[in-house]
């Protein structure tokens, strides 16, 4: 089966850093991606990594290792509107296809 | 381009009531999803239907039943409500089943008293 680890809270301050973590376990690695959903909304795509290394899109990055199992979020330059829950993804298969399985979400809490 | 689509945005159910979730997407996209969100549980997924006419079992199935109607639509059907299927449901879509980007609908907040 698929499972994915994230911390379920990260708190910081406007300006600063902060890296969530997701380790993975899947059968048949696709890639890992991203996503970002604010308070009553719906999911909205950040970022994915299907090779290890650094995707940057703006003040937001991603890393992936693969024979780690592990991949991080990087925001920078944090500012109150990121507060929001960002939940990593993996793709899953079984003999029908593939769909996206999603790890519990991070709730970041960025504070002035 | 209205991009993904949900109706309705809200419903209170009885008991053993049934009803059905809609879905559309107007971006020409081969799959299409049904996730259930519940709090501290992150997305979870109940239903997906690779391409037109195909559909498969996500995580969490039972209670629920799909119908993939043609390649812009894609219903839920809840057919005898129970207070566990309380939640919030989202539908999404992606360009293939093999891709990476995932589009979601607004969502459709179920209560089951």
């Known amino acids: 089966g698929q499972s994915l680890e994230q911390p379920s809270e990260v708190t910081a301050v406007e300006g600063a850093i902060v890296q969530i973590n997701c380790t993975y376990q899947?059968?048949?690695?696709?890639?890992l991606s991203w996503y970002q959903q604010h308070d009553g909304g719906a999911p909205t795509f950040l970022s994915y990594n299907a090779l290890d290394g650094l995707e940057e899109t703006g003040r937001f990055s991603s890393f992936l290792s693969r024979s780690d199992s592990y991949g991080y979020l990087l925001l920078q330059e944090l500012q109150m509107k990121d507060s929001a829950s960002y939940f990593c993804?993996?793709?899953?298969?079984?003999?029908?296809?593939?769909?996206?399985?999603f790890g519990k979400g991070t709730t970041l809490s960025v504070s002035s | 381009n209205a991009g993904v689509t949900q109706t309705p945005k809200f419903q209170v159910l009885k008991t053993g009531q049934s009803m059905t979730l809609q879905c559309a997407q107007d971006?020409?996209?081969?799959?299409m999803y049904w996730y259930r969100q519940d709090p501290g549980m992150g997305l979870r997924l109940i239903y997906y239907s690779a391409s037109e006419g195909t559909t498969d079992k996500g995580e969490v199935p039972n209670g629920y039943n799909v119908s993939r109607l043609n390649k812009r639509e894609f219903s839920l059907r809840l057919e005898s409500a129970a207070p566990s299927q309380t939640s919030v449901y989202f539908c999404?879509?992606?360009?293939?089943?093999?891709?990476?980007?995932?589009?979601f609908g607004p969502g459709t907040r179920l209560t089951v008293l």
């Open positions: 993804a993996v793709r899953a298969s079984n003999q029908a296809g593939t769909a996206l399985i």
């Open positions: 971006m020409n996209h081969n799959s």
């Open positions: 999404a879509s992606m360009l293939e089943v093999t891709g990476n980007t995932q589009y």
């Open positions: 899947t059968s048949g690695f696709y890639g």
